[in-house]
């Protein structure tokens, strides 16, 4: 209910939006190449995500996203999603909203900024592709019923990407974006590129290998993060 109920005040908010930027464009064609219609996609500053709060338990500390930040000792967190996706439209919380979520792609990549970008470009991409995703919005709304926390995943398991769920699959190229920028050689990069590589062209994000990666602050230790 609490997804349905987001989706609804979505759709009535009077969001602003952009199209996307030209080095945004080039990096969703490195995720996506060509199955993704770029011209279609608007990003929206959500100010109504500001307001809704979830209720999640804390994750273990096993994914990239969890080890760029600190670990928190509560063991239930409270927050607001830092972005949604409505078809076309990528909704960023006013707090996450910024112009440009990889200025000088690819010389400069600012990760955590990419890899919730290169979430939400898989559910635009689901989206694009429903035909063979079988994406709907309500089937996203769903999950987040079913599950306590629908974008937990398990790389480990005999597993084909299209048996994951639809938060998975958005947190599984999440994933393979950090990995892929902090440890490209890792046996979890090349398990997570395996995963992806029926679907999306993995290749194209070598290039992040020469490219300077900065991490969501300074003090973080990117040593060991995808091992």
Known sequence: MRRLILIGLLCLTGACGRP??????????????SEVDADKVRI?????????????????????????????????????????????WI???????????????????????????????????????????????????????????PYLFDIDKEQSFSDFGYEQQGSVMEEFICCQALAPHSARTDRLRELLRPHFPVARLEKLAQSTVIPPFDSVDLGGICD
């Open 91 to 149: 909704y960023f919380n006013r707090g996450n909203f910024l112009p440009d979520y990889v200025p000088e792609y690819p010389e400069r990549f600012y990760l955590y900024d990419a890899m919730v970008f290169g979430h939400e470009t898989v559910h635009v991409w689901q989206w694009q592709n429903r035909d063979k995703t079988g994406f709907t919005p309500l089937r996203a709304v769903r999950e987040h019923q079913l599950s306590d926390d």
């Open 44 to 88: 929206m500053r959500g100010g109504i995500l500001s307001v809704v709060q979830f209720r999640f338990p804390a994750r273990p500390r096993v994914t990239c996203q969890e080890r760029l930040f600190p670990p928190s000792e509560e063991k239930i967190l409270t927050g607001s999603p830092a972005a949604a996706v409505l078809h076309n």
């Open 20 to 33: 996307l930027t030209e080095p945004e464009r080039a990096y969703v064609a490195d995720l996506t190449g």
